[in-house]
Nanobody
Framework: VQLQASGGGLVQPGGSLRLSCTAS????????MGWYRQAPGQQRELVAV???????NYADSVRGRFTISRDNAKNTVDLQMNSLKPEDTAVYYC?????????????WGEGTQVTVSS
């Protein structure tokens, strides 16, 4: 399974960015797709996740500002980030939990940098 992410960049506080991730490979289905982030010197943390059934979950720090959306037909997951804050600066990683004949497999994209700064 390969995950290709795009959409990072530099934005001023209060601005918006949209991250996109496309999964490719072979699986029975994709259970969860989501986004994690890792700031310098900190552990990787969950930002938002969407299940194949349509449920979503957000970190408290982004709830109300970020929106995750998933297209099961296209195997994509997007993260719309609004009202960005400097503390949102991090490398954002796309994540997917796919299921095939061997069971569950977790995959990660390479990461895309998001910098919020004036």
């Amino acid at each position: 399974v390969q995950l290709q992410a795009s959409g990072g960049g530099l934005v001023q506080p209060g601005g918006s960015l949209r991250l996109s991730c496309t999964a490719s490979g072979i699986w029975f289905y994709i259970n969860r797709m989501g986004w994690y982030r890792q700031a310098p010197g900190q552990q990787r943390e969950l930002v938002a996740v969407a299940t194949d059934g349509g449920s979503t979950n957000y970190a408290d720090s982004v709830r109300g500002r970020f929106t995750i959306s998933r297209d099961n037909a296209k195997n994509t997951v997007d993260l719309q980030m609004n009202s960005l804050k400097p503390e949102d600066t991090a490398v954002y990683y796309c994540n997917a939990d796919t299921v095939d004949s061997r069971g569950h497999m977790e995959s990660w994209g390479e990461g895309t940098q998001v910098t919020v700064s004036s």
